[in-house]
């Protein structure tokens, strides 16, 4: 039998949950913590590259202009955590339709490249832009979040709680997703997007709405990111994070919910188990990419119809 | 001639000697898309170990103590960086994208991108992270033709470059192996129903390219003495434009973009600011790929159902 999404979310994510209850330790905890943003960040990726087949591989700026968004809207107006992050999807989010428009027209490997390019440039402005995004020294002192007068601190369980709850926002609002027209069109479009637009898709759109949601979500992700480091530099959004991101959806399952989140728990959490790993660390990412597009385009957790993805 | 003018022809001299490096690149990048319609990332990465082997070619002959005069050094280095690309080429080729002919394209270029992060880290961590000193290998000579400086290198980078493109036309157009090519690109199962081996075809075009492309990075390693295993990424990306710019699958169009991409960089660097020089080659590279992704020689080919 299928477990309805409604079950699955709490189902999955409730063992999380009493993580802090049973071990203490604040490096586990924060560790834990950044692996959450990491899963936040591959159920979104996967939005584009898994259910869409837009191969985006500029994600990492998308995450960064959240970070900046709610950084400066912090700094400068002194907008409060709960403020910005909202505000910092939706930034993210339009410079997503921004970048999409234009892009999403261009054949899909083709629109990987333009989005390499705009994340290379979404980096080197935030470098060279020193009047407004501090330049390579970044942005200092971003406030981190209260809730309800509790005053989020260097200890890690509070951020891991609400990144556990944005995550279980996200897969619950993703698995509606699926189950919704749009959703059925996404993949659709992915199977075949001559086949689609032929029959009634209209696919420039719903490519524009994925790519949207993709990048609402790494904004999210951003938001948390800023307020938990109280710092961001433009090196944390770099072209390799994109890359390590991709790694994750392709190893948990293009498609795959839960795939997608799989993935990025198991490469986020690997380099932390195995200590001498940490040198070989993107040399076998790199070698697991190849042998999962050879002899499991799928994924791990990925349907047999996710493997043809676009031409 | 005025300052104003001797900036101009350093700029456009400069411009030129980057330029043919980046045509050297873009050769592979375009005939690889011209046989497999695969953007192989990982090419950026052979021009990048193309420089460290001719680092270890230099530090060959030295520990054999050969005094070697300096010509028969620089053929060597040149011949071993190139023969050593070309058989990492072959293997590139045998391990991740030939059990994917016929995937998406997607999935060859998840698969390539892998591979660009395997070779980076590999040479990483066979030679560290610190960036190596590439030994002189020539001469100290420069000209100086009314105030604009001309060394060795760029002179040598000039006859070489043209040299090898001229040698790679002649094999395209004369040879059975560049005919082969050029009937793979045209329509591989046309050209394997005639009796091509296509997957041969394919391995001839990774193993040129590859050589091509160390033989670039060799130029960029003695040009500006060092290499660091991060070059591979910008300079194989910059090629990429240079490819498209010229057109994708077109071998002169390649030759033509990449100097003209070189030319457009070291304008934009001497006159408008170096800090942004990086952001001139993706914006015109986004540029292209949303408004001209034939390029200036290519040719517009509607997608097919």
Redesign the interface.
């Known amino acids: 039998m299928r477990l309805s999404y409604s079950r699955q979310v709490p189902l999955f994510l409730l063992p999380f949950a009493l993580i802090p209850l049973v071990d203490q330790n604040t490096y586990h905890l924060d560790v834990l913590t950044s692996v959450g943003i990491y899963v936040l960040l591959a159920m979104g990726l996967n939005v584009a590259v898994g259910l869409t ?1 837009l ?1 985006n ?1 500029g994600y990492a700026a998308f995450f960064g202009i959240g970070a900046y968004a709610y950084a400066l809207a912090n700094l400068h107006w002194g907008w409060p955590f709960w403020m910005g992050l909202p505000l910092a999807g939706l930034v993210s989010m339009l410079f997503g339709f921004l970048i999409g428009m ?2 999403i ?6 629109l ?3 989005t ?3 994340g ?2 979404t980096r ?2 935030f470098n ?1 832009l020193d009047a407004w995004t501090g330049g390579p020294n970044g942005l200092l002192g971003i406030a981190r979040p209260v809730f309800f007068g509790y005053k989020f601190s260097v200890n890690p369980t509070p951020y891991f709680y609400l990144v556990l709850v944005l995550i279980a926002l996200t897969a619950f609002l993703l698995f509606r997703l699926c189950d919704s027209k749009i959703g059925r069109a996404l993949v659709a479009i992915r199977e075949d997007e ?1 086949a689609a637009s032929c029959m009634g898709v209209p696919a420039l759109h719903v490519k524009l709405v994925a790519f949207g949601i993709s990048s609402f979500i790494a904004g999210i992700a951003g938001a948390v990111f800023a307020s938990k480091q109280t710092i961001v530099t433009p090196d944390s959004f770099d ?1 390799v994070l994109s ?1 390590l991101l ?2 994750m959806v ?1 190893l948990g399952g293009m498609g795959n919910i839960w795939g997608a989140a799989l993935g990025a728990l198991a490469l986020g959490v690997l380099p932390e188990l195995l200590r001498g790993f940490a ?2 660390r ?2 076998i ?6 042998l999962m ?2 002899f499991r ?1 799928q994924g791990l957790l990925g349907k047999k119809e996710a493997a ?4 | 001639m005025s300052p104003d003018l001797q900036l101009f022809f350093q700029q456009l001299l400069n411009g030129l000697t980057i330029g043919m490096v980046y045509a050297l690149i873009a050769l592979g990048y375009t005939m690889v898309y011209g046989v497999l319609q ?2 192989n990332f990982a090419h950026g990465e052979v021009f990048m170990v193309g420089g460290y082997l001719a680092l270890t070619a230099v530090a060959l002959t030295v520990s054999m103590g050969l005094g070697l005069p300096a010509w028969v050094l620089v053929l060597f280095v040149f011949l071993f960086a190139m023969a050593g690309a070309s058989l990492l080429g072959a293997g590139i080729e045998r ?2 994208y030939r ?2 002919r016929g ?9 390539a ?6 070779l ?3 040479v990483m ?1 066979l030679y560290g992270t610190k960036e190596q000193v590439m030994p002189d290998i020539l001469p100290h000579w420069q000209a100086d033709l009314a105030g604009v400086t001309v060394s060795l290198v760029q002179v040598l980078i000039f006859v070489s470059s043209v040299l090898l493109m001229v040698l790679l036309e002649l094999f395209v157009k004369k040879t059975r192996t560049g005919k082969a090519m050029r009937a793979t690109a045209e329509n591989p199962e046309a050209a394997s129903l005639m009796g091509i081996s296509v997957h041969g075809v394919i391995r001839s075009t990774f193993v040129l390219g590859s050589a091509l492309a160390a033989m670039g990075g060799t130029l960029f390693a003695m040009n500006y003495g060092s290499v660091n295993f991060h070059d591979g ?1 910008l300079a194989g ?1 910059k090629a ?1 434009t240079a490819a498209v710019f010229g057109g994708i699958g077109s071998i002169p169009g390649a030759m033509l973009g990449g100097i003209l991409l070189g030319v457009f960089e070291g304008f934009c660097a001497g006159y408008i600011s170096s ?2 020089k ?2 001139f080659a ?2 015109l ?2 540029t292209l ?2 408004f001209r ?1 034939s390029g200036i020689l290519g040719e517009n080919v509607p ?1 097919k ?1």
């Open positions: 087949g191969l591989l234009p892009s027209r261009v054949r899909g490997d083709y990987a490249i333009t390499l390019g705009f290379e440039i080197i402005a060279n001559l072209f890359v991709l790694a392709v040198t070989y993107m040399l990412f790199g070698g697991l990419m190849i597009m050879i385009p043809s993805g676009t031409s | 695969l953007i391990l991740a059990p994917l995937s998406p394209r997607l999935t060859a270029l998840i698969s991108i892998g591979m660009s992060f395997v980076q880290n590999a961590l990424y990306i990429f800090e942004w990086d952001v993706f914006g590279l986004v790929l949303l992704p997608e159902v």
